[in-house]
């Protein structure tokens, strides 16, 4: 015959330790775990919209310095506070947009 296997120790505080052990694996399962996963999720998402705040911000340049150029010889000295109210205009149409298509995206719900 083989060896018998040793009978577990099952004294209360051995089970004690027991629940305290599983306890301490699954709360870290269950909280750590998801919240590492959600901080680079978070990175990724912030480094984004850095990248897509700063394009927004050259092409609003590139678009008053465009206006500035072709409308030089067009504009007096009066109406050259027009090219910054034409990019502010184009700049808040581009937010609305984007804030409506969030809202119909968010509106869907989860998958």
């Known amino acids: 015959m083989g060896k018998v296997p040793p009978v577990p120790d099952k004294t209360p505080k051995r089970q004690a330790e027991d ?37 927004v911000v050259f092409l609003a340049i590139g ?14 000295g009066n109406w050259t506070a027009a090219i910054y109210l034409i990019v502010l205009v184009l700049l808040a149409g581009g937010a609305a947009a984007s804030f409506r298509a969030a809202r119909r995206h968010l509106s869907k719900g989860p998958r």
Request: charged content about 25%.
């Open 63 to 76: 678009a008053l310095r465009a206006l500035q150029t072709e409308t030089r010889d067009g504009l007096d």
């Open 19 to 55: 629940l305290k052990d599983l306890l301490v694996a699954y709360l870290k399962q269950e909280t750590l775990d998801p919240l590492r996963n959600s901080g680079r999720y978070l990175a990724r998402g912030i480094g984004g919209a850095l990248l897509i705040g700063l394009g």
